[in-house]
């Protein structure tokens, strides 16, 4: 990759000190600041964090094939005089690392876009490459990688022949997305909704939606902005902007609205758009908005309604995202990616609207980081829990003892709620109740580790069959 080459590290940091063998001649396999996933041939940037301090691991880095490590300019003296890679260093690492992500942001003529928003940031982005990359060379950053330590690890991946580029933005306290757009500088930006979410550090929904428009804030000039048109923080903030901006949506006129929607088993949703069936081998009412917003953000970039179904057509969920599985007669919906109340609430709506001939069991983990509001969110997740009518409900964790009493308080059946503080407990009780045909929604926060139920549930017989 020309981006990475051993003149533009220097130019891009301009480090204070080199040390070690020069590679001139090398172009860098891309950029790390993980000792244990580096592969050889990339840059380490050893970061210091709260937990760990990377300079650390810098020796792991070169045991592993780092081709060159960057340094806190004030470690430099407890490094060996003779490393077996280049060395530079700079002031601060990360900094470091975010100004080199700028300038190969900088030296590509790819056209970039950014999708944020509370909920369905991966599935859209995930959706729109699909899309894009049937009309041009596109590229999409990997993973979750859409923080400040992420998205310059994304873009060192970056090949030298991307005509169009989808990145992801991810955020937990104000400011960081302002930073986050000014290393990209996005020609198109997508905000998927609002939702609350990062409660703790962001303390109320409205510097949510002052956070996410800080992306609107910092695009250059002639920028399209992509927006939810049924949400209504969104539409209220643009609204008071005067923002001109493209929706997308369900309920509300708008220029890409999902029309005839409908749920068939072998095949997944189906709905139109602009003319334009769409056949999404997805569940879930939340999928049709992911999808809309990634047609829409491709329609920006010259893709046509047949390319539309085309790539759609062939998605597939991202792992434990509204994934849906069946197992020794039981359906799956693993879901334990990460949760705020805006997700939860998909996913149970999700739960609702499946086909099934048992019945319809919620195991909801605790939703984490919603500070002192957390326990009226998991009160009132209860209580939608109970009013779409499912039949059994697990919660599991001690912020979820709210989800428990919300829906007895909704007037669910007390022999139907049941809480409980760890997994083999709730797994235990969970076995002694399903049976063949019942349809089990498993989702919470990450910290939770859902998953676990689920593999309890596939590597266990179920007493009722």
């Known amino acids: 990759m020309k981006h990475l080459s051993p003149d533009i590290l220097k130019i891009a940091l301009e480090p ?11 172009k860098f396999a891309g950029l790390s600041i993980d000792s244990r996933t580096i592969k050889p041939g990339e840059i380490f940037f050893a970061i210091v964090g709260d937990k760990n301090d990377g300079h650390a691991y810098v020796n792991k880095a070169f045991e592993k094939g780092a081709a060159a490590v960057v340094i806190n300019r004030d470690r430099l003296s407890r490094f060996s005089n003779n490393p077996p890679g280049m060395v530079l260093a700079v002031d601060d690492t990360h900094e470091a690392l975010l100004n080199l992500a700028a300038y190969i942001r900088r030296r590509t003529d790819a056209s970039f876009a950014a999708v944020t928003g509370s909920n369905g940031k991966t599935t859209t982005k995930e959706m729109f490459y699909a899309i894009a990359s049937m009309c041009h060379k596109a590229f999409r950053s990997p ?37 986050l757009a000014a290393v990209i500088k996005p020609e198109l930006a997508v905000i998927t909704n609002i939702a609350p979410a990062h409660l703790e550090t962001m303390k109320t929904v409205e510097n949510i939606v002052k956070a996410k428009f800080e992306l609107i804030d910092n695009l250059p000039v002639g920028a399209v902005v992509v927006l939810n048109a049924d949400d209504p923080l969104l ?20 220029p890409f609205r999902a029309k005839d929607i409908r749920i068939e088993k072998d095949k997944g949703l189906i709905f139109a758009v602009n003319g334009q069936e769409i056949e999404l081998p997805v569940f879930g009412r939340v999928n049709v908005y992911n999808a809309l917003a990634a047609i829409t953000a491709s329609s920006v970039w010259d893709c046509q309604p047949e390319q539309w179904a085309k790539g759609l057509i062939g998605f597939r969920p991202v792992d434990m995202r509204l994934e849906i599985e069946e197992h020794d007669g039981l359906h799956l919906i693993i879901d334990c990616y990460n949760a705020n109340p805006g997700s939860v609430s998909s996913s149970l709506n999700s739960l609702h609207e ?11 983990g605790d939703m984490l980081e919603l500070g002192e509001t957390s326990k009226d969110y998991h009160f009132r997740v209860g209580e939608e829990a109970a009013k779409i009518g499912i039949d059994y409900l697990f919660c599991l964790g001690p912020e979820s003892e709210a989800i428990s009493k919300g829906a007895l308080a909704a007037g669910m059946d007390d022999k139907a709620v049941f809480h409980f503080m760890k997994q083999q407990d709730l797994l235990n009780s969970l076995l002694d109740i399903i049976a063949k045909g019942d349809l089990i929604l498993c989702k919470g926060s990450r910290g939770m580790e859902l998953e676990k139920i689920i593999i309890g549930l596939k590597g266990s017989a179920f007493k009722n069959n």
């Open 16 to 26: 204070e000190v080199v040390a070690g063998p020069e590679i001139s001649d090398k």
């Open 143 to 179: 993973g979750n990688l859409n923080n400040l330590y992420g998205l310059p690890i994304s873009l060192g991946m970056m090949p030298d022949e991307i005509e169009y580029a989808i990145f992801e933005l991810g955020i937990s306290v104000p400011g960081e997305m302002t930073r």
């Open 235 to 254: 539409m209220a903030e643009a609204k008071r902007r005067n923002l001109d901006f493209i929706g997308f949506g369900i309920e509300n006129e708008c």
């Open 354 to 364: 499946f086909d099934t001939p048992g019945r319809k069991i919620a195991v909801l």
